[in-house]
């Protein structure tokens, strides 16, 4: 219990004390540019908590999960089928190298002549950043599968799709959540940047819109809504990972007390 109230301790207690200083730092400000941040709550309920949240927040994130999904189950099925095959992962290694060192955001004009400036090029430029971390993580993943549990399976004849469930898939989960945990910063990172361009709608779109005119402690708001998504999708995201490597971290608890 005490472990616990520790933990929780050191994650709420460093940003508490970030945002009371900002709070008394700006509480006297004059700066057009830097409102206090008194002004900026205030305005938060009211920007947010109303129609932006069906026609900006909601279709954001729809458009994250879409092309996140999707870039998971990309990244996955692409990264198993390269990893098991030594002459494969030989013949794509200088392409995968070359198209995950291209920036996301300079595909962002590219992709606007190709698909027009709907929801299908957003989703497009949360794929094409999700899919390398995604994709490599789990090719490395299905790289390192162990030697002896492989042997153990051909011995016992386990072939097929039970193979590839029970050894392959669940011997790289651990490398392809941690891809996954860094495809999901990323893809908040370019549904921002993907609505910044060529946007009717959309968190990033709104901001610019703030900017644009001049409503800085609304545009603020839009900067600390953007950083509290982040904080919970990260937050279930480790809870969605709790569950799918509880069988790992059991492993790992065990090797520890040996």
Aim: hydrophobic share 50%.
């Amino acid at each position: 219990m005490s472990e616990v109230v520790r933990r929780v301790g050191v994650a709420v207690g460093l940003p508490v004390v970030l945002v009371g200083l900002w709070w008394f730092a700006s509480a006297g400000s004059t700066d057009f540019y830097f409102p206090p941040l008194s002004r900026i709550v205030e305005v938060f309920p009211e920007t947010w908590f109303g129609p932006r949240m069906v026609d900006d927040v909601l279709p954001s994130l729809g458009r994250l999960a879409v092309g996140y999904g999707a870039a998971l189950v990309l990244g996955v099925g692409l990264g198993m089928l390269i990893g098991s095959s030594r002459t494969l992962r030989a013949l794509v290694e200088p392409l995968l190298e070359f198209l995950r060192a291209v920036p996301p955001p300079v595909l962002v004009p590219i992709l606007v002549l190709v698909a027009g400036i709907g929801d299908t090029m957003k989703i497009l430029v949360i794929i094409s950043g999700c899919l390398w971390p995604i994709l490599l993580n789990t090719v490395e993943g299905v790289r390192a599968v162990d030697e002896v549990l492989a042997d153990t399976c051909r011995t016992y004849r386990i072939r097929g799709r039970l193979r590839w469930w029970h050894l392959v898939l669940r011997s790289a989960s651990p490398q392809i959540v941690t891809g996954a945990r860094q495809a999901l910063s990323i893809g908040i990172i370019l549904m921002v940047i993907s609505e910044m361009f060529a946007a009717s709608s959309g968190l990033g779109y709104t901001v610019i819109q703030f900017k644009d005119g001049f409503q800085i402690p609304q545009m603020w708001s839009g900067v600390i809504l953007l950083g509290l998504l982040g904080v919970l999708l990260s937050v279930l995201f480790r809870f969605v990972e709790h569950r799918v490597l509880d069988w790992y971290h059991g492993v790992r608890a065990v090797q520890k007390e040996r």
